[in-house]
Nanobody
């Protein structure tokens, strides 16, 4: 079992920054990949970024590339999403998830944290 708890969401003005955290506990292994997803009202959930638990490889959606940075801290079992130059279209509930490298399916999810970008 894996437990994921997101935090750090809130209300920010366009052009501002936020850092989301995802605290992981349970059976987390170095073979796991951690991902951030988001879902805006009326839209499907979409991939935002991912990182291998070792931190060697990262991936980003085109819409957030060069604005968002995913990172991890092994000591705290925490994954971060630094979000800069935020836009109103970044407004969504952001979810943390984990999957094994042997699968394309993220099988554990957090409950999400709301990010609202508005003036």
């Amino acid at each position: 079992q894996v437990q994921l708890v997101e935090s750090g969401g809130g209300l920010v003005q366009p052009g501002g920054s936020l850092r989301l955290s995802c605290a992981a506990s349970g059976r987390i292994f170095s073979t796991h990949i951690m991902g951030w997803f988001r879902q805006a009202p009326g839209k499907e959930r979409e991939f935002v970024a991912s990182i291998t638990w070792s931190g060697i490889a990262t991936a980003y959606a085109d819409s957030v590339k060069d604005r968002f940075t995913i990172s991890r801290d092994n000591a705290d079992n925490t994954v971060y999403l630094q979000m800069n130059s935020l836009k109103p279209e970044d407004t969504a509930v952001y979810y943390c998830a984990v999957r094994p490298t042997t699968s394309v399916v993220y099988n554990y999810w957090g409950r999400g944290t709301q990010v609202t970008v508005s003036s």
